[in-house]
């Protein structure tokens, strides 16, 4: 779902990416399933996951992914974006 309220078929923007993989990620899920779960390309998972790693949001948990406690204030902090873009009248 794009946050803006994008149509079927529409590209959706780094946020929406964004925000799907650090979703998957507070599960403790592996490459795949995050891949699976954020519906990206495996290049674009590495480009995403690279990037939230670099900046301290996301960490390796074994061979599974988490989330820092930087990454969970991001993540809520996201969602709360989401919340008041879904409150605005189409």
Sequence with gaps: ???LGGTFGER???FDIALAIL????SGEGRTRIMYAANVSHA???RYLD???????VERRGQAYG???KG???LRDMER????FRAIPA
């Design 67 to 69: 989330l820092t406690p």
């Design 23 to 26: 979703r998957a990620a507070n």
């Design 51 to 57: 990037g939230l790693l670099a900046l301290g949001f």
């Design 12 to 14: 959706r923007g780094e």
């Design 81 to 84: 974006v989401v919340t008041h």
């Design 72 to 74: 969970l204030a991001l």
């Design 1 to 3: 779902m794009d946050v």
């Design 44 to 46: 674009m998972l590495r």
